[in-house]
């Protein structure tokens, strides 16, 4: 009998051409599966079937057992506690800010924030020397007049900014100034104008018959002015180094008050004409002449050529050169010896800082010097008198 062996091969070729025994009718490559002709119920949670979130679901039911959690835990105690504390500090701290900007905006000192300065104006402060700068007209313009609590509504100070055309306002508290005037004392008068500027000059002229001229500096070209004076010969007082605008403005006001005809300061060294200048002269800044000397020691020199005399209140010493402290020693003169230099011909008085004094240079240029000196037994730590009443002692002495 002969034996056949059946051979089975895996081949891909032969499974590839083994057809099936019913072709299928559907042409998707897809997987079939016969999970959708199976019923199948997918389980709803327990949140789904009560109709609620997750998170309300185990809120509701669970919270309570979380809270006594918390509560039983020894660190979640704390833990609470330092909130509640943090929260209320916070709170507290809030709430004192709060009330510290409630009493800064109730007592503000700039409580009317319509007052704002304008960079390009000055605000003349006070009842005299707004009344003297209105008088005296000399400005280039007035703006604008503040005013709180006149005593007259028809005052003097109302009836010239009229006159001239001065904007009137009448403000609600006298702190509402304060912001124009950098808190200075301002008797509720302030007026906004253009600072008054001084006259630069070249030298003095001569003087004949109660009239002198002084040649001023007009762009460069010298304009020869004339003017008169009501004393026997004229009197200037020259300003050179003093930096405190008190002093300067007191100076003005002795000048004005005692018969003093102008003042000049050097261009470079004194404070400018403010208006604190203005309140310390009670005004007299505004009805003196005042000029700037932009080169002092030729002033000095071409004045002293015009008949012109220069007494320096300076001690006449050098520490420094023994030949300058002699030159200086001859032109001391005493204090009771000056009304005799006004009788002879004009005078300059040359004042100088409380600190440095007059410069060497002008007093090497001036006619004389002299210094007050103190009574017997003063101290040494007092050794010299504010400068402002050295000059109205000076001054007096000269128009006596």
Known sequence: MLNFKQAFSTSSKLAKAIKPAVRSTRHSKDVESMDKNIPFEKPQKAWERAGESKDDYFRSRFSHVHAKQKQNDPAERRKSYETIRKTRAS??????????????????RDVYRGLTPNPLSE??????????????????????????????????????????????????????????????????????TKPLLPTPIFKLGTVSDGSYTIDEDNYGDVLEQTYTTT?????????????????????????????????????????????????????????????????????????????????????????????????????????????????????????????DGIRTTLKVRSDFLVEIKPAAGVSSLVDSLNVSVAGALLMQKLLQ
Request: proline residues 4%; neutral net charge.
């Open 91 to 108: 709170n507290y701290k809030r709430e004192r800010y709060n009330d510290r900007q409630q009493h800064k905006q109730k007592f503000a």
């Open 123 to 192: 605000y003349v402060y006070g009842s005299s020397a707004v009344l003297a700068a209105l008088k005296a007209n000399k400005r280039e313009i007035f703006n604008k007049l503040f005013i709180h609590n006149p005593k007259e509504m028809n005052s003097e100070i109302i009836k010239l900014a009229t006159q001239l055309g001065v904007e009137t306002n009448m403000v609600d508290s006298r702190s509402q100034l304060n912001q124009l005037t950098n808190n200075a004392i301002h008797n509720g008068y302030v007026l906004e």
């Open 231 to 355: 004393n026997k010969n004229p009197l200037g007082i020259y300003l050179d180094g003093i930096t405190d605008p008190h002093n300067i403005g007191a100076i003005i006001r002795s000048a004005y008050f005692l018969g003093a005809d102008f003042i000049v300061m050097s261009e470079k060294n004194c404070a400018p004409l403010s208006p604190a200048v203005a309140k310390t002269s009670v005004g007299a800044m505004e009805l003196i002449p005042i000029f700037t000397a932009d080169k002092p020691l030729t002033f000095f020199d071409k004045s002293r050529a015009n008949g012109w005399t220069f007494v320096s209140a300076a001690v006449a010493d050098h520490h420094r050169e023994d030949k300058i402290a002699r030159s200086l020693e001859q032109k001391s003169v005493e204090f009771e010896e000056l009304s005799q230099l006004l009788e002879s011909g004009p005078c300059m008085l040359v004042l100088g800082s409380e600190g």
